[in-house]
């Protein structure tokens, strides 16, 4: 594969708080990996290049009136509030994009893909919510592979929500569909701007390129 294969994808440097103290991101750099989409009864097995971006939704939050100077974190587009506890999540992300294929999905507003931890905290279980958005690239001129590229453009601790009334959909089902290679993907999708047919568990920010409410 070429060797500008993240181009376009952020890699965040550390937050820095007041006290000097610096938050590494680089867990949080691109990284990409071969996807085995398995075999089904119409369709054989295919290995799929998976490139990956963050978010800084993953790791920031909303500004608030009180939110000290300190506490920004700005990119090309949005200043935003670094968030201790969404940092501390968001260690968790890759590992749980690598393992998508063994969780259950679920279809959100503004095109955006959601899938659900549930995690312990020092009280209770809560969930931890992480939306994506998937976008199907042409192939490299070296890998005869499929690429696909993910991007996680949200991911927050909430309350359990159960599971709500929306159909899980299993990822590979929806890496099939990205790619056009199975009958559902050439149906029309719901009207992404009806919202989740299951609200309390599928809320999602409002907007999918530079999410301003997660």
């Not at 968030?83 to 992300?93: C, G, I, Q, T």
Request: hydrophobic share 35%.
């Amino acid at each position: 594969m070429g060797v500008n294969w993240a181009a376009g994808l952020m890699r965040w440097q550390p937050y820095v708080a007041p006290s000097g103290r610096a938050y590494p991101l680089n867990h949080l750099h691109p990284f990409r990996f071969t996807l085995l989409l398995p075999l089904s009864s119409d369709l054989g097995a295919i290995d799929v290049e998976l490139e990956v971006g963050f978010s800084m939704h993953t790791f920031t939050r909303g500004r608030h009136a009180a939110d000290s100077l300190d506490s920004i974190y700005i990119d090309a587009r949005e200043r935003r509030t670094f968030d201790h506890e969404r940092h501390a999540l968001s260690y968790r992300l890759p590992e749980i994009i690598r393992n998508l294929s063994a969780r259950k999905c679920y279809l959100a507003r503004n095109q955006n893909y959601l899938c659900v931890e549930v995690i312990r905290t020092a009280e209770s279980l809560s969930d931890y919510r992480v939306f994506f958005v998937l976008k199907r690239l042409a192939k490299d001129a070296v890998s005869p592979r499929p690429r696909v590229r993910l991007i996680v453009q949200s991911a927050y601790e909430t309350h359990r929500s159960g599971q709500g009334t929306e159909r899980p959909i299993r990822f590979h089902v929806l890496m099939r569909r990205v790619l056009g290679m199975n009958p559902a993907s050439r149906k029309r999708r719901p009207r992404t701007n009806a919202g989740p047919r299951s609200p309390n568990l599928l809320d999602i920010p409002r907007q999918v390129g530079t999410p301003k409410g997660g």
